[in-house]
């Protein structure tokens, strides 16, 4: 059926059910990209570990069939010299619905066009979900890095990391600027000339989406509060609208009251009748305040642009982006992935830390309720740093640690198990 994905024999495809929960067969077929750069040295390593905790944890019953898809240069080298992104794999990650890839490369510049932001795109993948969190022992540049836990819903589908621009002195830049100019009134671009001009659409219900999903996994979660991130004292209706409507949905949806006449609003949370608080931050103090008083935050929503600079910002507090883990997802359909890129410089060497792209997987194990198998990801993970042997990343900075290759740190995860 496809032209060059070869589906696994062994396996059964995940279903979505009508409530959005997914049907896991014993032995599911799981999509996976491997990714540019590092994404050879990060990808089988992943495989082997998840394999190991499944075994262990399920002795045989459980296995996953993995079956690999191409984007990138392996797609351009399977597919041919200009296919980044095959068509066939956009059906096929959707088919199977549960899927994980290694990072992708995108030039500065000219070239192609983000392929990590077009299968956001593709799928509309609206939530990105980046868990950050700190494991003992972890060399941080913080005093107290176990204060900074939080979970970042990122809007995944708007802002101006859409990509919506015109490169200067393009017909197509001169012709926006001339419409802007003649017929909207603007006077405000300081050089029309040598402009390049890029859009940034928000909407309203793309926050809602999102704003919505955030609010939720604090109630599911737990969590004591929603903190909205946004730059809207100067962008007023783009992100100043994502803060408006994700309070406005806070009071509608879930009930939520002002707080000494607003805007931060609060509501109980149904199952353990706790508040939460739901409260927004403008996004430069925000990078201060997580700084310098973490706990105060615990979920984030915001968007796209502001998402992508907290995401690696606070992965740095605890430690870096080796652990980085995300997930992009729609309400059926979920891609795994770290949140770094492909650390050309390291690419093919076995050198980088593989555990933001295990720890995806975990967040991948535990979205199919396979829980014991990500519990022993989780625990391996813990020992095998308590251990110190470790990649480059933490031996530079940890005291007494052993460094250990990329696919070492795979073994000794699995050592651990
Ligand atoms: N979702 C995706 O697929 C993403 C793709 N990208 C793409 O990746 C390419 C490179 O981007 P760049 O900005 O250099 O960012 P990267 O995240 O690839 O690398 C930046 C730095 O982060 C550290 N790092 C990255 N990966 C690891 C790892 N696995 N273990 C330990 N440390 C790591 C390294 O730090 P040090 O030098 O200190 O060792 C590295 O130099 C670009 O084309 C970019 O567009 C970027 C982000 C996400
Ligand atoms: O698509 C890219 O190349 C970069 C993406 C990125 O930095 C991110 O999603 O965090
Ligand atoms: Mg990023």
Not at 134 to 150: A, Q, W
Not at 154 to 175: P, V
Not at 206 to 228: C, F, H, M, W
Request: hydrophobic share 40%.
């Amino acid at each position: 059926m496809y032209q060059h994905i070869k589906v696994p024999t062994d396996g059964q495809k995940i279903t979505v059910n009508a409530d959005f929960s997914l049907s896991v067969p014993d032995q599911p077929v799981i999509p996976y990209i491997e990714g540019d750069g590092t994404g050879v040295d990060i990808t089988p390593v992943m495989l082997k570990v998840v394999d190991a905790a499944v075994a262990k944890a399920y002795g045989g019953q459980r296995k996953i069939a993995w079956m690999e898809v191409f984007a990138g240069e392996k797609s351009t080298q399977v597919y041919g010299p200009d296919v980044w992104l095959p068509t066939e794999t956009l059906d096929c990650v959707r088919e199977y619905v549960v899927s994980i890839k290694g990072p992708l490369t995108t030039p500065v510049g000219g070239g192609i066009r983000s392929l990590n932001v077009a299968l956001r795109q593709e799928l509309d993948l609206y939530v990105c979900l980046r868990p950050v969190r700190y494991f003992n022992g972890v060399p941080s540049p913080l005093r107290e890095p176990h204060k900074t836990d939080m979970v970042i819903f990122r809007e995944n589908s708007e802002d101006i990391y859409a990509g919506i621009e015109w490169a200067a002195e393009s017909a197509e830049a001169k012709k926006v600027i001339e419409f802007l100019t003649r017929e909207m009134g603007v006077r405000k671009i300081r050089f029309p000339e040598t402009s390049a001009i890029g859009i940034k659409p928000v909407s309203r219900e793309g926050t809602e989406r999102l704003v919505r999903k955030a609010l939720q996994y604090a109630i599911d979660n737990d969590k004591p509060s929603v903190t909205i991130v946004h730059k809207g004292n100067i962008m007023k209706y783009t992100e100043g609208g994502f803060r408006d409507w994700g309070y406005a949905l806070a009071q509608r949806e879930f009930g939520a009251e002002l707080v000494d006449g607003g805007p931060w609003c609060k509501f109980k949370n149904s199952r353990t009748g706790k508040d939460i608080v739901v409260k927004d931050s403008i996004a430069d103090a925000f990078l201060q305040q997580i700084l310098l008083r973490p706990a105060e935050y615990s979920v984030i929503a915001t968007l796209n642009l502001n998402g992508d600079y907290v995401s690696d910002a606070l992965a740095a507090q605890v430690g870096g982006i080796g652990i980085a883990p995300g997930a992009n997802m729609s309400d059926s359909v979920a891609m795994f992935e770290a949140t770094h890129g492909t650390a050309p410089k390291y690419a093919g060497k076995d050198y980088v830390n593989p555990g933001s792209l295990i720890l995806s997987a975990e967040m991948m194990l535990r979205h199919m309720g396979w829980t014991e198998a990500a519990d022993l990801i989780i625990s391996s993970m813990e020992k095998a740093i308590a251990s110190k042997r470790v990649t480059y990343d933490f031996a530079r900075l940890m005291e007494g640690a052993t460094q250990v290759s990329c696919s070492g740190f795979g073994d000794v995860m699995i050592e651990n198990m």
